[in-house]
Each structure stands twice: as C-alpha cells, then as structure tokens.
C-alpha cells in the first residue's frame, strides 16, 4: 500500500516561492497519478494541481495557473509542485495523494494520501 509523504512547507512572504516534493516512504509512486490537494482553516479541501501516470498530462485550479508547476521525475520517485508568486490566500496545508487510475483533479477519486505540509504565505 502506497504511503505518500509531503516536504518543502513554510513561512514565506507574499510574491516568494516555495517547492513542494512528494516521495513515497512505502510503495513506488510512479505507479499513480499524482494529486496536490490543499484544505485552509474552515474550508473544503480542494485541487490545486494534477500529473498523469506518465507526466504528460496536467491540471491545474483556476486560481494557481501562471503560478504553479506540477511536475513529476521518474528517476528519483518524486512529485513536485513549484509554487511561485505566492499569496495569503495560497496558505493552507498542502497533501499530495494518489490514485491508481486516472481521471478528475478531484479529492474524492484519490485514495492514498501523506500527512500534509502547512503552507504559510504572510508579511
């Protein structure tokens, strides 16, 4: 069973960036599709970014495209999510997940998921 594990949150300024990495401390991750879903205090949780199987296919939330980059390397098992030009309202904890089929940058439909990494976007 797959156990996807989150890196890369913190505090950073509004306008700042921060990378985000998603490894897999049990199971291969290249296996699955691969989600990044973030939830803010008293809010749905909700996609932010989605990469196919093979990396060629991605998704993104209206409200990070020209933002944020999804992107996966094969090689090294890992799943990133560069995330530029942040802001306040980007703050929330960010998961990454997995699905072993393929379809809607949805919660719903992903199965496997990590522990999250806060996000803090603030002056």
């Known amino acids: 069973q797959l156990q996807p594990v989150e890196s890369g949150g913190g505090l950073v300024q509004p306008g700042g960036s921060l990378r985000l990495s998603c490894v897999a401390s049990?199971?291969?991750?290249?296996?699955?599709?691969i989600g990044w879903f973030r939830q803010a205090p008293g809010k749905e949780r909700e996609g932010v970014s989605c990469?196919?199987?093979?990396?060629?296919?991605?998704k993104y939330a209206d409200s990070v495209k020209g933002r944020f980059t999804i992107s996966r390397d094969k090689a090294m098992q890992t799943v990133y999510l560069q995330m530029n030009n942040l802001e306040p309202d980007d703050t929330a904890v960010y998961y990454c997940?997995?699905?072993?089929?393929?379809?809607?940058?949805?919660?719903?439909?992903?199965?496997?998921w990590g522990r999250g990494t806060q996000v803090t976007v603030s002056s």
């Open positions: 997940a997995a699905r072993g089929t393929t379809g809607a940058c949805d919660p719903t439909y992903y199965v496997y």
């Open positions: 990469i196919s199987h093979s990396g060629d296919t991605t």
């Open positions: 049990r199971g291969r991750l290249n296996s699955y599709e």
